[in-house]
């Protein structure tokens, strides 16, 4: 996602290896010859001079080449963490519809019951207001029964009852119809918008894909790129490459040791607070590879799709994991997290306040990483593919604000 220490590492150490080694062979100071041996011509001092001369401006050549092919590594870091952050949102829609639609599905079964309640009841009163197979008219009974006038009035004041039960059984039957439809229209919008989900999802994962696989061709290429580059170097190239592990090495040892300036280790980091506590849970990890889809409550896992065969955190998986531990509940996704508390002004930043980073910071919906404050300007971040749970400044492009996520 971002331009890779290494390789800034690797420049400086290249061009610095490399001139520092190519201009002692024209430097007074470089070993002199055996007395027995000729003094070097004029000749032999220009092409010397010739020789560093152009290889100098070979590294500058290198140079510029691999800073543009970083800075497109990092456009395609870029395009792929955002396929990614929008798939985690996807995924989190999608969960979302699922449980929607299963309750669309409850109601509209137990709508369906009431239903076929409400029928049964207006057939068993047709069954007690006709006998089957006798050929009895009720209403004939009525008007023809016993009792005279006095006995035809009882009766016609049973048929007003019964004409009111059924009436209300019908209006019961089609109440019962109507919510049962109703809820029938509900649960089949709540399917269409699962299936709408699950397309969206898929759509999302290709994208991911197809970005992943554009990055790692590029990668590929760039890569290779360097090494031809590198090799026509010839002799310079092995300096360099020694003094670019020494410079690693250092950077490296250094690294650590403000590390641990800072922090001291994990158990020392300073105060008790919700924030305290998820910094000292995400620097924990430190060193933790980078997996897209990796992170749960209960710490790193493996991740889907090219993240599938590396157990570690993406950038939101190690904050959800984080904030887990002090009783946050957050989605595995820079969208929510976004939202999941008040934002904080960036000079009032604490330690356990999240990051978060956009392609265009006047638009929380372009966000593509999330990172964890620790203090004085710095945060513990799970970068991009290839890489490993680090501290990092957040004073670099795309930083768009910070949460402190409630709960």
Known sequence: ?????????????????????????????????????????ARDVRESRRQVEQRAAEVGRIKARLARADGELERLGVASATAVERYNGELVKLDQARRTHAETRRRAADARGHLDEAQRELARFAADAYQA?????????????????????????LLEVLAHRRAGIVQRVEAARDVAELFRRQAQAAFEEQRAATLRAAAAKRAVQEAVARQRTQVRRIEAEKERLERSLGSARARAARLERERRAALERAEAARTRQLYGGTAQVKGAGRGAQVVRWA??????PYSWGGGTPAGP????????????????????????KV???????????WTSGPHVP??????????????DTSDPDT?????????????????????????????????????????
């Open 1 to 41: 996602m971002f331009p890779s220490p290494g390789t800034a590492r690797r420049l400086v150490a290249l061009s610095s290896g490399t001139v520092v080694g190519l201009t002692m062979l024209g430097s007074p100071l470089a070993e002199r010859p055996a007395a027995a041996e000729p003094p070097p011509s």
């Open 133 to 157: 197979g006798t050929g009895y008219n009720p209403w004939s009974a009525i008007v023809a029964g016993e009792g005279g006038p006095q006995g035809f009035m009882d009766r016609a004041g």
């Open 283 to 288: 620097l924990k990890w430190l060193g933790t």
């Open 301 to 324: 896992s493996y991740g889907i799709a090219h993240g599938s065969g590396i157990h570690g955190f993406d950038c939101s998986g190690l904050a959800l994991y984080a904030w887990s």
């Open 327 to 337: 009783g946050v509940r957050l989605d595995h996704w820079t969208g929510t997290q």
């Open 346 to 359: 960036l000079d009032r930043l604490a330690p356990g306040d999240l990051v978060f980073f956009a392609n």
């Open 367 to 407: 966000i593509h990483h999330v990172g964890i404050y620790i203090g004085k300007g710095r945060m513990v971040e799970a970068p991009y593919t290839g890489a490993r749970v680090r501290i990092a400044g957040i004073h670099r492009s795309g930083l768009i604000g910070a949460t402190r996520p409630a709960g």
